[in-house]
């Protein structure tokens, strides 16, 4: 069974940083590219960032280019986002998400001093 298990978020003051993890198990992990969703209270859920099955391949959203970077750990089936320079329109449920269905239950990050 497809698994996905995000951890990392917590309170961040704006301008800080925090990095989220997302376990991955019940599929060969190196096969599939990974994106990272978030949502917003009141607002639709919107691509942050994906990354390609082998690593190489990137995509941001603009609101996040420059300060998030996505990565993957193959060895450990681990999805990561380094979150930096927060801002307080950060603040949201970020899940890993994987084709054609799949979700984490998310972790929650609020940006705020």
């Known amino acids: 069974q497809v698994q996905l298990v995000e951890s990392g978020g917590g309170l961040v003051k704006p301008g800080g940083s925090l990095r989220l993890s997302c376990a991955a198990s019940?599929?060969?992990?190196?096969?599939?590219?990974l994106t990272w969703y978030r949502q917003a209270p009141g607002k639709a859920r919107e691509f942050v960032a994906r990354?390609?099955?082998?690593?190489?391949?990137?995509n941001y959203a603009d609101s996040v280019k420059g300060r998030f970077t996505i990565s993957r750990d193959n060895a450990k089936n681990t999805l990561y986002l380094q979150m930096n320079n927060l801002k307080p329109e950060d603040t949201a449920v970020y899940y890993c998400?994987?084709?054609?269905?799949?979700w984490g239950q998310g972790t929650q990050v609020t940006v705020s001093s």
């Open positions: 990354i390609s099955g082998s690593g190489p391949d990137t």
């Open positions: 019940g599929f060969t992990f190196s096969d599939y590219a």
């Open positions: 998400y994987r084709v054609p269905f799949y």
